[in-house]
């Protein structure tokens, strides 16, 4: 991936009575996430990007990570890897801004070529997309032959295109099992790879990566949050080690943990993941009390209105990929999809 120069900081935006009055009924939508202490810091640049996303003709696409004030003021479409993924093929708009990480703004525009791809900063990565290189994954093919290469879409875009097939948190085992063969690379992330040998005939096969997020969550941390909450219903992501696994009730990407909470609605529930997804989904889920027992992604939090706003306003930093690196890339991902 390659991206435009970084632009010069802008002003603050001020929290004026104009402002106010404008972003009034966005208030009255948002007022259950945010509170009215928050609102005059995030009010201004919540207008303006409102403004820039109509001048620009401009969609942000912000991943179930992203903060409260993104994800409930300024996105057009929110939702997990696949579904961001699914969802920006059907984007309309010239210009798609990916609040995420640097490998949803380059599926993003694997899936949409003739579009402009913005990613607010360029600091957002991934501990696991940068486990793995494309080099790697050819030594894997030699050291491997004729084993299926199914990676995982947190990767780059040069790893996507020495493989066979992408999958995600929430399609691993679905994709997997599709190819027909008794061993397969499930790459990059060492724990998803387990979680899905563990429901599966298939021999899996993986790469020594890991979430730096979903990695520090330890079975010990489980036992003791069922102590001090005996009622509490733990749900955790696929990417966390396989004895947190063990220890959780009920394991699946970030739009199965969402899903579990808004249909079974748990009286007390902990959310082994990224905290801010908690945080997002507490105002929809009010018979639901969220025990605080998860960790923050640097690299996700990265983003933030301010960034967004800029990105707008000068075009930056627009995310461009080489074609022939594309063109293999996005049929791993297009068999993906297909394949869900």
Avoid at 70 to 94: F, N, P, R, T
Avoid at 213 to 239: C, G, M, N, Y
Wanted: hydrophobic residues 40%; aromatic residues 4%.
């Amino acid at each position: 991936m390659s991206v435009s120069a970084h632009a010069a900081q802008k002003p603050e935006l001020l929290y004026t009575p104009e402002v106010a009055e404008r972003m009034a009924p966005i208030f009255d939508r948002v007022s259950s996430a945010i509170s009215d202490v928050e609102w005059p810091e995030f009010a201004p640049y919540v207008d303006r990007i409102l403004q820039l996303k109509k001048e620009r003709n401009a969609v942000i696409l912000a991943h179930n990570y992203q903060t409260r004030d993104i994800y409930h003021c300024v996105s057009d479409i929110v939702g997990d890897s696949l579904a961001l993924a699914q969802k920006a093929m059907a984007v309309e708009a010239d210009v798609i801004v990916m609040a995420g990480v640097h490998f949803m703004a380059e599926t993003t525009k694997l899936l949409n070529p003739s579009k402009t791809v913005l990613i607010p900063d360029l600091r957002a990565g991934c501990s696991l997309a940068e486990s793995i290189t494309g080099a790697d994954v050819r030594q894997l093919r030699r050291t491997y032959p004729g084993v299926p290469i199914v990676t995982y879409v947190n990767t780059s875009v040069e790893v996507k295109a020495e493989s066979d097939i992408c999958c995600t948190s929430a399609n691993a085992k679905r994709i997997v099992e599709s190819l027909g063969a008794d061993r397969v690379l499930l790459i990059p992330d060492q724990y998803l790879a387990k979680n899905v040998a563990a429901q599966t005939d298939v021999e899996i096969l993986t790469w020594a990566g890991a979430c730096e997020v979903h990695e520090r969550f330890t079975a010990s941390q489980i036992i003791q949050l069922r102590k001090a909450h005996p009622d509490v219903t733990v749900l955790a992501h696929p990417e966390c080690p396989p004895e947190v696994i063990e220890q959780s009730d009920f394991s699946g990407s970030t739009a199965d943990l969402i899903n579990y909470v808004s249909d079974r609605k748990p009286e007390e529930v902990a959310l082994i993941t990224e905290c801010s997804m908690g945080e997002n989904i507490a105002s929809s889920n009010p018979q639901t009390k969220f025990i605080r027992s998860c960790s923050l992604c640097p690299h996700m939090q990265r983003i933030n209105l301010m960034n967004i706003c800029q990105s707008l306003e000068d075009m930056t930093h627009e995310v461009t990929i080489d074609p022939v690196l594309a063109d293999r890339a996005r049929l791993a991902v297009q068999r993906m999809l297909d394949a869900s």
